[in-house]
């Protein structure tokens, strides 16, 4: 392994508001035509990125309705038919329309054919469709969201939500319904990229960590996404037509409900976390400047949580009619999931011992997700025990927990890629002050906000609930802590939103490889060109090997960065 | 091209095969074996089932990894069902042990 | 909607990129630019569809467990609802289903070895019509159970036949449900498979399939076939399931 050098390289002073001297994928052509049209899997990496914000935020106005009306005991600011309303909105829209294709469709779309060295992903076509269906189940979704509203929770429980609910659950469920096969084709596209385009020489094992945790994120997208399509589709027949599957009075079992929403929903909540623990992998070994340690563990441990995840979705159902005895076997099998997880957060420590540490904006974002998912899988494993998942089930200590996991890890992990990828993706730097400082408002904002909740939970406080007691004075206290500290998370996603677009126009121009690190993707200019890479890379190096940075060079004729950094020249394509 | 072409004479066995199990299994359901009914009808379609995947769909002459994808889906689908099922099979036991332990104190009462 | 993509990598901007191509390898004008060559395209096409197909075990699997889970719980009602279903139909669906597959195999056969572009279309066709019979005689048992009110649709399901013990009109709904549902989405990918080999069959017309070149054929083969397979498992676990029971079909008048 080779030594760190010293700090990365300073990106290039470039006049500001300059257009790029290399023709790249997003100065080759012009028009909302070859946006909407394109077949390029950075483009439409970036149709994501746009929409995906939007949902994110329209989710986040509602977390914000939510806490301002957790303020005070009384149920004073919405009728509490408003509130279930709004968790729902939010849960919905987070959990479908921003958690779930996040990092897939955004950084998985751009960045698995550049790491593999293709020029595209294997069906760009059907690339673009699932952007459109995702568009579609997202506007249908909004409609039924705007029109009515639903009531249900995210979860869609029966026979609520097939019997009593008079909310806009048939329109709500058929958004999500044509949501799903946006998954399916995204991670069908993967799965046959990773398969058969990787370049020459890019062995199963010489793949960077972040195809390895998508490569697992889409057998999750293939296998589980089917199950909860039909079902909520079954959903929806029965309210429309009573058919009974879910119906006591006509011999149905709700709870067949139950099983058949988490056998694809607790997998869901890895399609989120593994493509972080991706990102988080890269990060590590960059600011590091160390190969993971025990590569092979941590690409397998994604395979092992994706397929562990199938089989403990009935810790969710422990205090539902099913049969203890079953309970038992899955409360069993989910501290298993903490085996391959544990692996990970191991792997991740070690690498940084002993490492070169250089604390850059998506480094920051890479150690909070470690100390977060920390805190947030011990309290799962608290869930998964039986006895304690009675007293706790349904309270804000179950709220706390998966907050942790999809906020404190999804979305630290999508932020830190976001910055770690930004250069590559637009060719500008963001401002790394702003960024620093926006993560630390973040992280506090988050922390404040959630970790009262363990404490309201274990105190009993329900979820779901818009009022609570008054003569439980700490309750308001940690309420108000919960509240101010979303109002802070708020504040902070916002900064990053404003320097990300301000950057666009008027960040510095981008080296090819500005941190430096080792993907192939860091080979090709900063934005790539259409096709990827000038030639065909050919791979004669592990991953994460490190070297001097006069040896990093730039693959491809033509494509040369912006301007050369110090040391590092760009070269005809001919590896060492 | 690298693909293995079946000769005809495979598909028109396969055919004959598969047309007989049909015939098989109606033959079949209108015995009464007890449980054993279902047994045999399952396993007259899984055999079917693995006809026409190995030899009208070339999976017996594809890669292993093709191969890998099959098993995966079947996979998946035992996994879905046999732990669904595991809820379903045991509430009866549960149901068991609570009238067990009910019933002495509602007769003591 | 799958289906049709990965047969149709083939449309690609071949031509724009054909300079991108490498000279060793011939510029066939059904290679999209993304790939080095068709060998790579088949493969991934090939893997492609058969992920589409698992997650399609997953989709209609969903239905196959809430079969297993309310037969076991109301086995006389499934029993009786199913002795009343036709089972001649049945078998004779089933029979046409199966000479289907065979014809679409010879189809990929015949582009395999470069037959003759009428061998090719007289396959597919044949294909083709064995399918829609088998979808005319679906609406021909779906007409009767109309007729017959076993449509499971609040207000409008009503079961004639005397009931036994065990046995409820709710739980025979459930049967008739749990039939529409999985006989319906079966019907629904046999109406897509013709829909998407009309055009498959318009371009073999057309001479588009060689040895070299026929992976839309092969694929659309993969998923034909897969959509046997399901069929094969409804057959007997719809229409067979009662028929030992006392009485079984002759009793239920067929």
Not at chain 3, 150 to 175: C, D, T
Request: net charge neutral.
């Amino acid at each position: 392994m080779s030594t760190a050098v010293g700090a990365p390289a300073t990106p290039i002073d470039a006049p500001r508001g300059v257009r790029f001297p290399h023709v790249n994928y997003l100065n080759a052509n012009y028009g909302i035509k070859s946006w909407l049209l394109t077949l390029d899997h950075k483009r439409i990496a970036l149709l994501y990125l746009a929409s995906v914000t939007f949902f994110f935020f329209l989710g986040g106005v509602y977390a914000i309705a939510i806490r301002l009306e957790l303020m005070t005991p009384a149920g004073d600011l919405v009728e509490s038919q408003t509130y279930n309303k709004l968790f729902t909105h939010h849960g919905v829209l987070m959990v479908f329309f921003f958690l779930i294709p996040s990092i897939p469709a955004i950084l998985g779309n751009f960045l698995i054919p550049l790491m593999i060295g293709a020029k595209d992903l294997a069906f760009p076509r059907l690339n673009l469709l699932s952007w459109y269906i995702y568009m579609a189940g997202g506007i249908i979704t909004l409609w039924a969201l705007l029109s009515g509203g639903v009531d249900t929770g995210w979860t869609f429980y029966t026979p609520f939500s097939t019997t009593f609910s008079n909310g806009y659950v048939v329109a709500a469920g058929l958004g999500i319904f044509v949501n799903g096969f946006s998954s399916i084709l995204t991670g069908l596209n993967f799965i046959v990229t990773i398969h058969t385009m990787r370049a020459p020489g890019m062995t199963w094992f010489r793949l960077p960590l972040f195809i390895w945790a998508h490569y697992a994120t889409s057998i999750i997208f293939i296998l589980g996404t089917p199950v909860i399509a039909i079902t909520i589709l079954l959903v929806a027949l029965e309210r429309l037509a009573r058919i009974g599957i879910f119906d006591p009075a006509l011999g149905g079992d709700p709870v067949l409900f139950q099983h058949l929403f988490w056998f694809y929903s607790h997998p869901a909540v890895y399609i989120m976390l593994l493509p972080s623990m991706g990102i988080v992998s890269e990060v590590i070994a960059t600011f590091s400047r160390k190969n993971i340690f025990g590569y092979t563990f941590v690409a397998f441990s994604s395979i092992a949580i994706a397929v562990f995840g199938f089989l403990v979705w009935g810790h969710h159902m422990f205090t539902s009619s099913q049969s203890i005895y079953a309970g038992m076997v899955f409360s069993f099998i989910s501290y298993a999931v903490a085996i391959p997880s544990a692996v990970k957060v191991f792997n991740w420590t070690a690498t940084l011992y002993k490492g070169s540490i250089s604390y850059d904006t998506p480094m920051l974002y890479a150690l909070a997700f470690i100390g977060l998912f920390l805190i947030g899988g011990m309290t799962g494993l608290f869930l998964a025990a039986l006895g304690l998942d009675v007293h706790v089930h349904d309270t804000y200590f179950v709220v706390a927990h998966f907050h942790y996991i999809m906020v404190g890890g999804a979305l630290m992990g999508y932020l830190g890629g976001m910055h770690y990828w930004w250069p590559k993706i637009t060719g500008r730097m963001y401002p790394e002050g702003w960024a620093r400082f926006a993560a630390l408002v973040i992280f506090v904002g988050f922390n404040l906000t959630f970790f009262p909740q363990f404490l309201l939970g274990y105190m009993g406080m329900p979820r779901r609930y818009h009022a609570y007691p008054v003569d439980a004075p700490v309750w308001q206290v940690l309420h108000v802590m919960s509240t101010s500290g979303a109002s802070i998370m708020g504040v902070g996603m916002l900064i990053p939103m404003v320097y990300f677009i301000w950057s666009m126009r008027y960040g510095k121009f981008a080296t090819a490889n500005p941190w430096p690190a080792t993907g192939l993707e860091w080979r090709t200019a900063s934005p790539p060109p259409t096709e990827n890479f000038g030639t065909t890379p050919v791979v004669t190096w592990e991953a994460y090997e490190f070297r001097p940075m006069e040896e990093t060079e730039v693959i491809g004729p033509g494509d040369t960065p912006a301007q050369p950094i110090d040391g590092m020249q760009p070269t005809d394509g001919k590896n060492p | 091209m690298s693909e293995h072409i079946v000769p005809r004479k495979v598909y028109f066995v396969v055919f004959g095969a598969l047309m007989v199990l049909t015939a098989l299994t109606v033959f079949a359901a209108n015995i009464d074996f007890g449980v054993l009914n279902d047994v045999i009808a399952m396993t007259i379609a899984v055999t079917k089932a693995v006809l026409v995947i190995l030899f009208f769909m070339h999976v017996r002459y594809g890669s292993r990894l093709i191969m890998l994808v099959v098993v995966a889906g079947f996979f998946w689908l035992a996994i879905l069902m046999v732990l669904t099922l595991s809820d379903y099979n045991s509430r009866k036991w549960v149901e068991q042990r609570v009238r067990q332990s009910t019933i002495p104190s509602e007769a003591g009462r | 909607m799958a289906t049709h993509e990965i047969a149709a990598t083939h449309h690609g901007p071949a031509a724009a990129h054909a300079a991108h191509v490498p000279a060793e390898h011939s510029a066939h004008a059904a290679l999209a630019h993304h790939f080095d060559n068709l060998e790579q395209q088949r493969e991934a096409g090939s893997l492609g569809m058969w992920i589409f197909l698992a997650q399609e075990v997953m989709f209609f699997g969903r239905l196959f467990l809430a079969y297993v889970i309310y037969r076991t719980r109301f086995p006389e009602a499934f029993a009786a609802a199913s002795n009343h279903l036709n089972w001649k139909l049945g078998a004779f669906n089933t029979a046409v289903l199966i000479c289907s597959s065979l014809t679409m195999a010879l189809a990929v056969w015949a582009a395999q070895v470069g037959r003759t572009r009428r061998t090719q279309v007289f396959f597919m066709a044949l294909t083709g019509l064995l399918g829609a019979t088998f979808l005319g005689v679906k609406a021909v048992e779906y007409y009767d159970k109309y007729r017959d009110h076993l449509i499971p649709v609040r207000g409008w399901f009503h079961w004639e036949q005397p009931l036994s013990a065990n046995v409820s009109e709710q739980n025979i709904q459930m049967f008739y449900w749990i039939y529409f549902a999985m006989t319906g989405l079966h019907a629904l990918h046999m109406i897509i498979g013709i829909a998407i080999l009309l055009p498959i069959m318009y371009r073999a017309w057309k001479g588009a399939y060689s040895p070299e070149y026929h992976a839309p054929v092969e694929l659309f083969g993969l998923y034909w076939h897969f959509v046997d397979i399901v069929w094969i498992f409804l057959f007997p676990l719809l229409y067979l399931l009662g028929a030992h029971y006392a009485g079984g079909h002759a009793a239920a008048g067929h």
